[in-house]
């Protein structure tokens, strides 16, 4: 009987009992921002993960980083092709940059797991994973410390203009759906993004090395439909990185969605 009420007491504490499971970007000017922190001007090795819907992929995609558009703005990136596939890229020196993509092409409409493991020292230098499997190995990628600017964080764009930007002019918009974003300081194994992708639970990234997760984001912070410009995207990590719903022009075209691809429920 203990067994079982542990069992179920873990279960709930991965999930939450809200009906809200993401956030709409209209590709144009839509974007979730936090300023730039110490925990997330991450310099060595790093994992982010996000589960995302591209509505359109006629140009390059980026879902989460720390990048800007001028020179002394960028430190690393994860979005999508034109061609969509996953890409990770990183710069040592804030200007300069080093790439590496995938050969999965995803399909628009079609929610996906992305995820990309990048270790600064040693070898292999990182992986990337499309819904827990290995997509190639990030060998293009030069091992290298990670610059620290002072850009904005950005989930769903990168800036267009450079640092200390809040919120940012952007470029390079996401079309479609955004929710569980998460970024830990530390490469996880390839079997952790597994379970990450695979237990297709909320929360999960909260079970998974804890200590080393500076920013998670369910971004299931509002109703399904209603606008999130202006809106609190909660870090859970405890990490403090709460970030701010931004619609641009102010078209209301920022929206919450309701979860279709996660469980809620034990």
Known sequence: MKSKILLIFLLLNLVSFSAFGGVDFDGTDDIVFKADTASLSITGDFTIVAWALADTSTEVKNIVGKWGGVANSRSYIMGRLSTNELYIQVSADGTNSTFKSGSVQMTDGTWYHNACVYVSGGSPTGELFVDGNSDGGAQGITRQSIADTTS?????????????????????????HITEVA???????????????????KRMPLQIR???????????????GTS?????????????????????GGNDNLTAKAEEVLSYSP
């Open 210 to 224: 804890p200590s080393n997760l500076v920013g998670y984001w369910p971004l299931n912070d509002q109703p399904d």
């Open 228 to 248: 999130f410009d202006g809106d609190t995207a909660v870090d859970r990590s405890g990490s403090g990185n709460d970030g701010i719903g931004d619609d641009g």
């Open 183 to 201: 970024i830990w300081n530390v490469a996880l194994s390839s079997d952790e993004i597994s379970l990450l992708a695979k237990s297709r639970v």
């Open 152 to 176: 904005t964080f950005l989930i769903g764009a990168i800036g267009d203009i450079g640092p200390d930007q809040t919120p940012p002019t952007t470029i390079n918009e996401w079309d479609g």
